[in-house]
């Protein structure tokens, strides 16, 4: 009983993700959107600490 | 360290330092090496003290339960906890945009933190102030502790996550988050309750919080670190933030229902253990995915990247994979039931803890130090730390996984305990040998974080970043259709939405865990507990109480398990599996984890009180091969001084399996008929010897044939390493035990034993005596034990005694022994039953004229045979030793 509720809830989880993200394409883009975000922001910040230490 | 904080050049007015305190960030990182040297000394104490078991004998601070308590403990808060916010520091104003909430309260979390939590943690654990729940053995009092400074930190480190603005959160970001309140919600969890519920319940929380403790805290904080310095390294986005996202649901919601894996075949109700393990099977499968996201990020890096916290990082997924898989399989119920409790285990922790997670954090120092403009940078020694880490923990690793496997085999194949202790000694030198390219790297660590020039670090990322930014694709930015199907204005109102469904979901799947692993069980073993615990049961003493406090506080828990487990070697070596009623008075439960010495659930009465003190006086001189530490801060210098701490330990030793043991056959026949359909009770109930020990002593008379002789050899070999200690190399009763005994062990010179009475004597043990049954022993080597005892033997011969003296030794025989020694001589007198020792049986047994004429002179101390030279004359007693000598009969 335990067992089968967590294997069960485990693929149902999974299911629902890899459903969404086969049959939604803005799903697919939303949810990779934070890595690009992200590395513009961490390449910011070391673009800016880099042009900091060139100039002194 | 705390002059770094406030005098880092220039540091209130650089670029970094506007967003990121580089002081936290600096002065968590030497907090976490500071912490790690502590630990690591402490570990390889306790390792040394595996073969060379005296050191720090002499004092109660350094033994090797609470050095194990503050080396665990160390590594997880100390060294983790520091290395882990001094990335947060780093981390969160960049992936937040803004800084952290509070520089002030940086400073009294780092405060908090190390002069509250860690250092008076391993002062008080070693003290002796402590609580025996594994990964939580700082004392209550600092615990409350350890919870503010998790409120602090989430003070310090979520608001960011909420500020209006920020549209969406990278998958770092979830797990700092995740980590953090979990963590808040677990560490009571795991800390408090076992302290109040009994027994079995009580390791039910405590699994939890075992694999909550890596799962919650350690692993998410981790995959964190993880999943920013890849990208942040290689300059290009991770390979699927979908799939990252996937791993961390999947792992949230599966590493808190893994916990009953540490209890696999115990008496917590079978449906827990199968969830457990289903789980741990299904984490596995989510590993392989996290682990694939990581490595396909990585693609075109290198499996050896040039960045060296990068190439922690990387190490760090390498680790986690094996980590993750190896997990997966042991706690599957076949290889369990053999690994469990060996050093597999420790070889799994130490994968994860110095592996995975320890790679992980330097990574993630090392990418943060880089980015301190005024911090030394050596190259040079970090690329020594790794390849010494990495050699060290693969030896250790490798080592202490076939010191398991050599374990297992032995203990399945069911021979004698310290076998498996002597087996092991040559891995666990290895072991110790690892901790030199271990310390080496942790030290060559230290240099490269505090030489080389200034800024170093710096030179590195721009090195870095141009030679990747040709790789870089940028795919376009989401659409905003998702947002408008969803019926939202915006992404950020998404993200609002995904905090909502986080916190509801994370929520549900940590109430679940504790619901369906910790509660559910909890009931079950209630119901059990009132159903099968005998009318009376015997609430442990006051001094057993007691006794019982020093027990955990000594780390007793951490070499001998106190539960019996459902599987037949268990069942065969130490008698029938625990049943829930058995714990109902400990809280916390001692279960343990880990068997260096055999379990103790059923160790009352199975040795004598004077063997008992001095085997916690000196191990060693009733069991040369035992590993255990002395504890002689429990006497006053001698074993026969013992301290009230020593009584009171020894009684709760002695309480150990009473319960059971006095129930039968009432409690076990009235819970049998209730359980007729419950196979694993029934295995309980249905176990050989039925609530004893399977070792202990019993009454003479019925031994099994034990056929063939092993060589002279293996014989030779097992007095040597089993009974030298009391009866001396020679057999004249002289060993470095033997004056600490009463009664003395037998002088097997001055003897003659028939074969029989020697087979009974190692099968059945001698009642009232250190003298302890051996039927652990293969039979093949009882037999050849039997023939090294025989050749002790030199009693000479008598000649010319005549009828007369014959006559005068049967009158006085007559007279004065037969109640206790039997008319026919046999020991079976009807005065026997009342003794504690039994009388000898002359038939099997002739002693020595000399012999015999000196405990008729001086009487026998520790046992009924009083001194007859005030009653009979010389003459008698000659006469009655020529009496007596004619029973023999071999």
């Known amino acids: 009983m335990l067992t089968n509720a967590i294997v069960f809830g485990s693929l149902i989880i999974a299911l629902v993700y890899f459903i969404a993200w086969f049959v939604r394409r803005d799903f697919r883009e939303q949810i990779e959107r934070p890595k690009h975000r992200f590395q513009d922001q961490v390449e910011e910040y070391d673009s800016q600490l880099i042009q900091q230490e060139n100039k002194s | ?890």
């Open chain 2, 1 to 890: 360290m705390s002059s770094k904080l406030s005098s880092a050049p220039n540091s209130a007015d650089s670029f970094a330092d506007k967003l990121v305190d580089t002081g936290l960030v600096y002065a968590h990182s030497m907090a976490a090496l500071g912490t790690l040297f502590l630990a690591v000394i402490f570990g390889i104490i306790v390792s040394l003290q595996f073969f060379m078991p005296e050191i720090g004998a002499e004092s109660s601070v350094f033994t090797w339960g609470r050095l194990r308590y503050a080396h665990t403990q160390g590594i997880m808060l100390g060294w983790l906890g520091n290395a882990f916010l001094a990335f947060l520091y780093h981390a969160v104003p960049i992936l937040t945009g803004k800084p952290v909430s509070s520089r002030v309260l940086g400073r009294w979390l780092f405060g908090l933190w190390n002069f509250i939590v860690v250092l008076p943690g391993f002062v008080l654990v070693l003290a002796g102030y402590s609580q025996p729940i594994e990964w939580a053995e700082f004392p209550l009092s600092i615990d409350v502790f350890v919870i503010v400074g998790f409120i602090l930190a989430a003070i310090q480190f979520l608001p960011g996550f909420f500020r209006p603005g920020l549209d969406d959160l990278y998958v770092s970001s979830w797990y700092i988050i995740g980590g953090l309140v979990f963590t808040l919600l677990a560490y009571p969890m795991g800390n408090i309750i076992p302290e109040i519920v009994p027994g079995a319940e009580s390791a039910a929380f405590g699994g939890l919080w075992i694999h909550d403790a890596v799962g919650l805290f350690v692993t998410p904080l981790a995959l964190a670190i993880l999943y920013f310095v890849i990208p942040a390294a290689t300059g290009r986005p991770i390979f699927s933030h979908f799939l990252s996202m996937f791993g961390f649901w999947g792992l949230f919601f599966l590493y808190p229902l893994n916990g009953t894996h540490h209890y696999v075949f115990s008496v917590i109700p079978m449906a827990a253990q199968l969830g457990a393990i289903a789980a741990s099977a299904l984490l596995g499968v989510i590993v392989v995915i996290v682990v694939t996201n990581l490595l396909l990020s990585l693609r075109g890096s290198g499996w050896i990247p040039k960045d060296v916290g990068l190439r922690f990082v990387v190490m760090s997924i390498v680790f986690y994979l094996i980590v993750s898989i190896q997990g997966s399989f042991q706690a599957q119920m076949s290889l369990n039931q053999a690994v469990h409790f060996t050093d597999w285990v420790v070889a799994h922790s130490h994968l994860a803890m110095l592996g995975f997670a320890t790679f992980a954090g330097i990574g993630g120092i090392i990418h943060a130090w880089q980015r301190i403009p005024w911090a030394r940078y050596n190259v040079k020694a970090l690329n020594w730390s790794f390849w010494l880490l990495v050699l060290g923990i693969g030896i250790m690793f490798t080592d202490l996984t076939l010191a398991g496997i050599v374990q297992a085999n032995l203990w399945l194949s069911g021979a004698p305990w310290l076998d498996s202790v002597q087996a092991s000694k040559p891995y666990w030198v290895i072991r110790t040998l690892s901790a030199i390219p271990i310390t080496g790297g942790f030290i060559a660590l230290f240099v490269g974080l505090v030489t080389g020039p200034r800024g170093t670090g710096a030179k590195a990322i721009k090195l870095d970043s141009k030679q990747q930014s040709s790789l870089e694709v940028r795919p376009r930015l989401a659409s905003t259709s998702f947002a408008k199907e969803l019926g939202v204005a915006s992404s950020e109102h998404i993200l609002r939405m995904s905090y909502l469904a986080a916190s509801v979901a994370g929520l549900t799947f940590f109430a679940v865990s504790v619901f369906l692993l910790g509660y559910l069980p909890g009931r079950v073993l209630d119901q059990q507990i009132s159903l099968m615990t005998p009318a009376y049961v015997l609430r442990p003493s006051v001094s057993e109480q007691r006794g019982r406090a020093i027990y955990a506080r000594e780390g007793c828990a951490y070499c001998h398990t106190q539960q019996i487990r459902y599987t037949e070697a268990d069942i065969k070596r130490f008698g029938a599996p625990t049943l829930a009623w058995e714990g109902q008075f400990d809280f916390p439960h001692l279960w343990g984890t880990r068997r260096i010495g055999p379990d103790l659930a059923r160790a009352g009465s199975t040795r004598s009180t004077d063997w008992h003190l001095l085997h916690l006086y000196s191990p060693r001189a009733v069991s040369p091969l035992s590993i255990m530490p002395s504890y002689q801060s429990l006497f006053d210098d001698a074993p026969d001084k013992p301290k009230q701490e020593a009584y009171d330990l020894l009684a709760f030793i002695e309480s150990l399996g009473r319960a059971r043991e006095i129930a039968w056959p009432d409690g076990d026949v009235a819970a049998r008929e209730l359980y007729l359909q419950d196979r694993w009770a029934l295995m309980s109930f249905d176990a050989p010897l039925l609530n004893a020990h399977p070792n202990k002593t019993q009454p003479k008379g019925e031994f099994p044939e034990f056929g063939e002789a092993a060589t002279p050899e293996v014989g030779q070999q097992l007095w040597t390493e089993n009974c030298v200690s009391c009866h001396g190399e020679s057999g004249q009763g002289d060993g470095p035990a033997a004056e600490w005994l009463q009664p003395r062990p037998a002088n097997l010179v001055e003897h003659e034993y028939s074969s029989d009475s020697v087979a009974d004597v190692l099968w059945n043990g001698v009642e009232g005596t250190s003298m302890s049954a051996w039927r652990d022993m293969a039979p093949q080597n009882l037999a050849a034990l039997i023939k090294v005892v025989q050749g002790f033997s030199n009693v000479g011969s008598v000649i010319d005694v005549n009828a007369n003296e014959l006559s005068l030794g049967e009158e006085v025989y007559t007279d004065n022994c037969i109640q206790c020694h039997g008319l026919s001589g046999d020991g079976n007198g009807f005065a026997t039953s009342e003794l504690p020792v039994a009388p000898t049986d002359f038939i099997n047994q002739r002693s020595s004229v000399a012999q015999s004429i000196s405990v008729l002179q001086n009487g026998i101390d520790g046992s009924s045979m009083a001194p007859w030279n005030d009653r009979l004359s010389v003459d008698e007693m000659m006469a009655v030793t020529f009496y007596i000598r004619e029973f023999y009969n071999d």
